[in-house]
């Protein structure tokens, strides 16, 4: 069997799915650089060639790419924030980012736009105090970010561009401030979106089950603010039964959860209790001590069983 170098991959990829290099390329590097990556003539860094390997729906674990110093220096601060962001230790999220700020070069478009995707996530210091961005603060932020990889990018037509996992999450985020804003609608249609891009470019990529999980989530409880309680309770349904496969806890209990207030709202009452009894022990065993209180709450308010 022939062994076939990166850049024939990415090549052969490339031309299967139409993509000129302009196409592939746009906001990850120069149409010169991808020339050279496809002809064996150059090695790309590590974050341009996942995010090259992403757009084309090639999983990155079967290449290896060296990293340089600062590559690493790079990779690790990622880490550490995302870490950070995940456990809402804000405080220490965004020390990493101003370190990671003053390191990453000004024309790297990646990392450039994973600071401003974390950044919404984690808001900023006012004095000793830690303040969220406003809905439009947000909202600027996000397409600023999406912008500097993706020029062309709709909205209203998301399918019309491939993406790589980061920009799949900033347009993630993007609904998810419509939601948070009452734009329950906005947000949904967004959601289904990606969900539907998702399963027609992405399924070969071992992130894509993760997004699909965070995605269904989110809609999930959208469309329950919507009072559209049976498809609330399908795209819970989705995300819970990916997140059983996978053996992600990341979102169990929060779907566990929506199925026990969509569940209740149809007067299924049965099937509400046993849903949000399951999400109050998944936080239980995950020491989710916010979300154990919340699920208390849930229990009490519309059973009236108190947990001590």
Do not use: W
Not at 80 to 90: D, E, F, G, L, P
Not at 252 to 262: F, K, Q, Y
């Amino acid at each position: 069997m022939k062994e076939l170098f990166i850049g024939e991959v990415i090549k052969r990829k490339r031309k299967e799915l139409g993509l000129t290099q302009e196409e592939l390329c746009e906001g990850i590097c120069e149409p010169s650089t991808i020339s050279r990556i496809e002809s064996g003539k150059q090695v790309p860094a590590k974050n341009k060639l996942d995010a090259l390997l992403q757009r084309l729906d090639l999983p990155g674990d079967r290449y290896y790419a060296l990293l340089s110093k600062n590559e690493l220096e790079i990779s690790n601060l990622q880490s550490q924030i995302i870490s950070c962001n995940v456990s809402k230790n804000k405080r220490d999220g965004l020390q990493y980012l101003e370190k990671l700020e003053e390191i990453v070069s000004e024309d790297d478009h990646l990392i450039r736009q994973f600071i401003l995707r974390s950044k919404v996530a984690l808001g900023y210091l006012d004095g000793e105090d830690i303040r969220p961005y406003t809905f439009d603060e947000k909202e600027k932020m996000l397409f600023e970010a999406l912008y500097l990889t993706v020029p062309k990018f709709d909205i209203e037509e998301i399918d019309k561009n491939y993406y790589t996992v980061e920009e799949i999450k900033i347009i993630n985020q993007i609904a998810l401030n419509y939601s948070d804003a009452g734009q329950n609608k906005k947000a949904i249609d967004v959601y289904n979106q990606l969900l539907k891009y998702i399963e027609k470019h992405l399924m070969n990529l071992k992130e894509s089950n993760g997004l699909v999980i965070l995605i269904s989530y989110n809609c999930s409880r959208s469309l329950y603010l919507e009072k559209r309680y049976e498809e609330s309770i399908a795209a819970a349904n989705l995300g819970l039964e990916v997140s059983i496969e996978e053996r992600c806890t990341s979102c169990l209990g929060g779907l566990l959860s929506v199925l026990g207030h969509a569940f209740h709202a149809e007067g299924r009452l049965e099937e509400s209790k046993k849903y949000f009894y399951q999400s109050f022990y998944i936080y239980s065993v995950l020491h989710d001590d916010i979300n154990i209180e919340l699920g208390k709450k849930n229990l009490k308010e519309f059973f009236n069983i108190d947990i001590l």
